[in-house]
């Protein structure tokens, strides 16, 4: 850590909870502008609390409205509104209203929106206060939701170009809107929206030191982090660890519990029954983002298993870059953008459901020749380590967009007030 950054660290305090964990600048107060971000993501989600940090940084105060557990922080800094964690995707969308209630009723600066399903909403919230929105385009949900319909793949694209169409329109009235890849960024930008591109980079500050073990220590250890759905690989995880231990391998297959509904544990369950519950497979319970970093760096292996499915085509989950930096292998399926991303940037193993004995082969060899596999490693993570970290890639350009935002919206307030001053006169 730079002299600087060590100075910057100890004028910080910390502020955590059971979720998450954020450093708090001396200079945020009670005077700070608030920016308010409601969200139906999970309670903790990475990606916004990495935002939530560059708002902090950048002098805001932040209050969160989400789902989840446990109890809301009421630090004046960084508080949040907790409502219940729902039980299923319909219940998750069912409570899009409460949670736009619970932003609409604080007193914000600006809002920070992490779903498709609150443009509106904030459209009526910009139109009253005056104030800006940030459109936060996590996935490419055009192709996503279009991709859901039950129709023709040309209505399909139909579909999705109106989607499309319309969160560039929302954003354009919110104020600006903040994209997780270059490619999402064009539309906007042709749209003349201000836009910042922030991919879902690792924090620095979280990887540094990693990988801090010998890949001979960790070989035989395999890591799955993410979402628990078919769309995300479950069948093939349970059919990897199936048949890893149908050839007496060592290895062991560590699963998060990450649940996105009680359905999507029962289908997982289910999976594994089907399967005889393989002994080599650990199910770990669910932890916030900051302590990710310790359970990577006793992992040889992590997957990442998407299934051909709406925009997983050209999605690069967060945990391939957390991989490369914390210097596990990138196992993948052959969706192109993560396959692409790992032959370039990661020590790779690729396959998809037909090819499991060749995948295990492929780790096999890996974690036999474990020596010349640590180097690999270790040349890859100092590499993405130079590329690919949120504090360089990402915050800089989200902070100027976060500044920007209020300029917006006092200059809006301003327009608003000299109308309605000339009305009156």
Not at 66 to 91: C, F, K, Y
Request: hydrophobic share 40%; proline share 6%.
């Amino acid at each position: 850590m730079s002299e600087s950054a060590q100075q910057n660290a100890e004028s910080d305090r910390i502020v955590r909870t059971s979720a998450w964990e954020l450093s708090v600048p001396r200079t945020v107060g009670d005077a700070s502008p608030l920016l308010v971000v409601p969200t139906v993501h999970p309670r903790g989600d990475r990606r916004i609390i990495r935002c939530a940090q560059v708002a902090l940084d950048a002098g805001f105060r932040v209050h969160f409205v989400w789902l989840g557990e446990g109890t809301p922080s009421a630090d004046a800094a960084v508080s949040e509104t907790v409502l219940p964690s729902p039980r299923n995707a319909r219940e998750r969308i069912g409570m899009v209203n409460g949670v736009a209630r619970e932003a609409a009723a604080r007193l914000a600066d600006a809002w920070h929106i992490h779903d498709y399903y609150f443009l509106r909403a904030a459209k009526r919230w910009q139109r009253h206060s005056g104030r800006a929105v940030l459109y936060d385009v996590h996935e490419y949900y055009a192709d996503y939701y279009a991709g859901k319909l039950p129709v023709p793949a040309v209505v399909q694209r139909g579909v999705a170009w109106m989607l499309e169409r319309y969160q560039v329109r929302s954003a354009k009235r919110l104020g600006a809107a903040n994209v997780v890849t270059e490619k999402m960024a064009g539309p906007f930008r042709e749209a003349g929206v201000p836009v910042s591109v922030s991919p879902n980079f690792p924090l620095l500050t979280q990887f540094e030191s990693l990988p801090s073990r010998p890949f001979e220590d960790r070989r035989w250890s395999v890591l799955h982090i993410g979402t628990l759905s078919r769309g995300y690989g479950t069948e093939l995880l349970v059919r990897l660890a199936a048949r890893s231990a149908e050839r007496d391998l060592p290895f062991t297959f560590h699963v998060l519990a990450r649940y996105p509904s009680v359905e999507h544990q029962a289908d997982f369950e289910g999976l594994l029954s089907e399967a005889s519950n393989p002994p080599n497979v650990e199910v770990l319970p669910s932890r916030p983002s900051h302590e990710m970093p310790a359970l990577l760096s006793r992992m040889g292996f992590g997957l990442s298993l998407l299934m051909p499915d709406g925009q997983n085509e050209t999605a690069v989950p967060s945990k391939n870059y957390e991989h490369v930096m914390a210097g596990l292998v990138n196992v993948v399926t052959t969706r192109r953008a993560q396959r692409e991303f790992s032959r370039e940037h990661a020590v790779m193993v690729d396959g998809d459901p037909e090819s499991c004995d060749d995948m295990l082969d492929a780790m096999l060899r890996l974690a036999e020749d474990a020596e010349a596999t640590d180097a690999a490693l270790r040349e890859k993570a100092a590499a993405a380590k130079e590329t690919f970290t949120w504090e360089r890639g990402v915050a800089p350009g989200l902070a100027a967009q976060l500044r920007g935002l209020l300029t917006s919206s006092s200059e809006a307030r301003l327009r608003s007030s000299a109308r309605h001053h000339g009305r009156r006169r």
